[in-house]
């Protein structure tokens, strides 16, 4: 009786095994999207370090929980512009603007008890058109600190920047 039960435990066991590594074997096998985790986002003490980090987001967007992230480092009337924002309109602004950052710099800096401007200028090559061009874009972001936090409140473009967002907001 004893032979038996162990028989039938190995066979149980082997059976359990085969089947796990059938599953496993599908599940590298499948075109899914792998599902993504949220990265935690570095601790952000000034508000520069915020702006810089709110644009390479901005730059590299791939996902919706990019959007998330963008939204997290916004207060105010930025935070409630992405609570509107449509999937779709983040998509065509955020997802596919085949802009590829290649400098940030910071301009200036000026910190007034909670509320802080920061002004930047971002160096990019753009391939929406027809030939890519180097385009260099000039923006003011006025930033509060809300319970130790630096969050964007807005973003308006500076210098003889006359860009006109036809597909979205991106830097």
Known sequence: MKTFISIRSTVVISVAIFISLGLASCIRKSTAPTPTVAVPSPVLKTPEEVVKHFIQISASAKNDTDR??????????????FDKMSADSFRVAYLNNNVKLTEIKIIEARVQNEIAVVRYQVSLDNSQGTDITKESVEREVELSQIQG??????????????IAFTRGMIF
């Open 68 to 81: 998330k992230n963008l939204e997290e480092l916004c207060s105010g009337e930025m935070r409630r512009a």
């Open 149 to 162: 936090t630096w969050l964007i409140s807005s973003i308006r473009p500076k210098g003889s920047d006359k």
